[in-house]
């Protein structure tokens, strides 16, 4: 059952081997009939795989090794990426990039987690989650933006900030608080995308915007689904239980109203077409750019004020 | 101002005065430090801490209110915000009926109260946690109230005193808890930017969420000897860098020698020693002649504009300037800590 669940793809994948055998194979005319025919059931059965995705499954889509990161993102849609290092204090820390590129001809503040492809960089980018000094140096692109009036974009990837000793020796608590004020105050227009992982924190840190994006298959929780399982049930296999009960997904954040909008992936998810991914996500930070340009920067930050102020659901009632 | 702050109380109907909590019963208690039994009314006279080994018990929200204001005499405010089940959560009980149950055993709508008193004469708001409801878990309530007792001290020029007591996010309530931790930081944006003073206190434990975002942004951030003090859990952290951690690890000393915290505070000088920080940061000369002003008038003047008093309200916040953006980048030139690495 839980094999089943994790590798939805499975059918996907008999499907493509067979038309690679009938491909591979010397034969007559009606085998291109064949192939055809099997070619368009692998499109419907893609497409009828992602369109019912569990909240498990879906996080095992955002954590897609294949997945487009914040570079594959910044090469497919800015120019002239400029990368800055270090937080000036410490040290660098790979797992979060940040510099200015242009985007359309607009200069503009880009900060995001970054994920490694191999093991040597998934090691590197220490697997997209930062130290205190990755948010560090996030607020000092902040800081830039906000100097040189550049609109920020980023983009969020990340299972959370490193649980490690250094990191809590440097302060990982008070480098993510400081995040969270400093992006804030910021007058200049603000755009986060969810690209993949949501995770707690760590992702929050630089996830403060005036709009709020999350790819289709994107995931955003307060803790991930394992570490919820084993606390709440201390049984780290309860995850898809966890998973579900945590509404985790865009079309959960969106019923939440926690974001703005929900950007479509390709058939399949991300990580099939990362141009086309691009593309899809290019229309969407176009328009929610123009649109929070337009207003000025003290309605901007004061409408950045209230969204996050009406965040959260309670009652009113006294009991006492 | 003394006399105007009382005129200033929004909801008065939800106002409620407290008195000193009695004695809780049960006439000896075990402590947690020395393993020692001790007589219970010796443990209350101390102000809840040991007399033998110094180990401060855990308190609740309520006695601390007490042992904190000017005659233990607070006015309750926001009485009336409650959890509710947004996600409709259910792990091995139902989010909805764990709600009840602690509301039942703490008499307290969730973890936290805040209340409007005076200490050493002087106004001010504050929020104090309570561990015995959900261990202090933030949820929506939570992020609601404390946002409010942010807003109200904005708007009443007073400044802020939260005593952080907290497991950190409640899970129950997803990622809407998580917002919460941006919700506060950006209150706490504008309560930064119009210089009134917050005073953060760090109580055991005070971790996860609830550190990552107002735990750590006081302009002090203090707090009671051998607090449990971090982000992430003991426990992860060992197994993810596969090693032991020290004895004193995420504990307030550790916290201190790293430069996280401003200093570590007795609880029976807390008092003495906030009166004294706010004497030192508070300043009402400055907030006074900041009040209306014009838009280009700079950092603290267009903030302080939406504090005219109640009737604030015609203001809309749209009619607002920028919050200029914050200030300390300069200040902070090196990351406490750093040298010890
Ligand atoms: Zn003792």
């Keep these: 059952m839980a094999v089943e669940d994790d590798d939805f793809e499975r059918p996907l994948r008999d499907l493509e081997k067979k038309i690679e055998e009938l491909t591979g194979v010397p034969g007559g005319e009606d085998r291109s009939g064949e192939i055809a025919r099997l ?49 000036r204090k410490y040290a660098d820390d790979p797992a979060i990039v940040a510099g200015f590129a242009s985007y359309k001809g607009t200069p503009v503040a880009i900060i995001g987690h970054q994920k490694g492809r191999d093991t040597k960089e998934k090691v590197r980018r220490n697997f997209g989650m930062p130290r205190p000094e990755g948010y560090r140096k996030a607020v000092r692109v902040m800081e830039m933006a906000e100097k040189f009036q550049r609109p920020l974009f980023t983009f969020v990837d990340t299972p959370g900030a490193y649980p490690g000793k ?20 910021l007058t200049v227009p603000i755009i986060v995308t969810v690209t993949g992982e949501g995770g707690s924190g760590g992702a929050l840190a630089i996830a403060v915007g005036d709009r709020l994006l999350m790819l289709e298959h994107a995931v955003y929780s307060v803790i991930s689904p394992e570490g919820c399982a084993a606390i709440l049930w201390s049984d780290q296999g309860k995850a898809k239980e966890a998973a579900r009960a945590m509404r985790i997904t865009a079309p959960d954040l969106k019923d939440l109203e926690v974001i703005d909008d929900i950007v479509p992936e390709p058939a399949g998810g991300a990580q099939t077409d990362h141009a086309r991914q691009a593309s899809l996500l290019d229309e969407r930070l176009l328009a929610h750019l123009e649109d929070i340009r337009s207003v000025s920067a003290s309605e901007r930050v004061e409408c950045r004020y209230q969204k996050f102020r009406r965040m959260g659901k309670y009652g009113q009632a006294r009991f006492f | 101002m003394e006399i105007a702050w009382f005129k200033k109380i929004r909801k008065p109907k939800q106002a409620v005065e407290h008195k000193r909590v009695q004695v809780p019963e049960g006439l000896w208690v075990k402590c947690n430090g020395c393993k020692e039994i001790i007589y219970k009314k010796e443990v209350i006279r101390n102000s809840n801490v040991c007399p033998k080994c110094n180990y401060h018990f855990r308190i609740s929200a309520r006695e601390r209110l007490t042992s904190l204001f ?17 996600l409709k959560f259910r792990d091995t009980k139902a989010y909805k009926d764990r709600l009840r149950e602690y509301r039942e055993k ?15 004469g002087l106004q001010l708001m504050m929020s104090v946690m309570e561990y015995g409801f959900m261990g202090g878990s933030m949820g929506s309530a939570v992020g609601e109230k404390v946002t409010r007792a942010i807003e109200r001290a904005l708007d009443e020029k007073i400044p802020l005193v939260i005593i952080c007591c907290s497991g950190g996010a409640r899970m129950q309530e997803g990622v809407l808890s998580l917002m919460q931790m941006a919700k506060i930081a950006a ?30 942004l006081g302009d002090l951030n203090i707090a009671e000897p051998k607090a449990l003090i971090g982000f992430a859990g003991a426990r992860v952290i060992e197994q ?10 995420q504990r307030s000393e550790f916290l201190l020698e790293h430069g996280m915290l401003d200093f570590i505070v007795e609880r029976r000088e807390m008092r003495d020693i906030l009166i004294r920080c706010i004497r030192l940061l508070y300043n009402a000369d400055l907030l006074a002649a900041a009040a209306p002003a014009t838009p280009a008038g700079g950092d603290v003047e267009s903030i302080a504009s939406r504090s005219g008093g109640a009737s604030s309200a015609t203001a809309g916040p749209r009619s607002r300037e920028p919050l200029p953006f914050p200030g300390t980048f300069v200040a902070r030139q090196q990351t406490p800590g750093t040298e010890l690495q």
């Design chain 2, 240 to 249: 993810t860098i596969r090693e032991k951690l020290p004895e004193n690890f």
């Design chain 2, 70 to 86: 000017d005659d233990g005499r607070y006015q309750e405010v926001d009485t009336d915000i409650y959890s509710i089940d947004p």
């Design chain 2, 106 to 120: 703490t008499g307290v709508n969730d973890a936290v109260i805040n209340a409007r008193g005076t200490m050493g």
């Design chain 1, 166 to 185: 250094g990191a809590e020796e440097r302060g990982q608590a008070e480098a993510i608080a400081y995040s969270l004020r400093a992006m804030a105050a």
């Design chain 1, 39 to 87: 070619a368009r059931r692998l499109e419907t059965l893609r497409q009828e795989i992602f369109s019912r995705l569990t909240p498990w499954q879906r996080t095992l889509v955002a954590r897609h090794p294949k997945r487009p990161y914040t570079l594959d993102y910044i090469g497919l849609l800015f120019t002239e990426f400029v990368e800055i290092h270090g937080d």
């Design chain 2, 187 to 216: 209150a706490l944006a504008k309560l930064h930017a119009a210089r009134i003073p917050y005073i953060s206190v760090l109580t055991d434990p005070t971790t996860g969420g609830v550190t990552a975002s107002y735990a750590m």
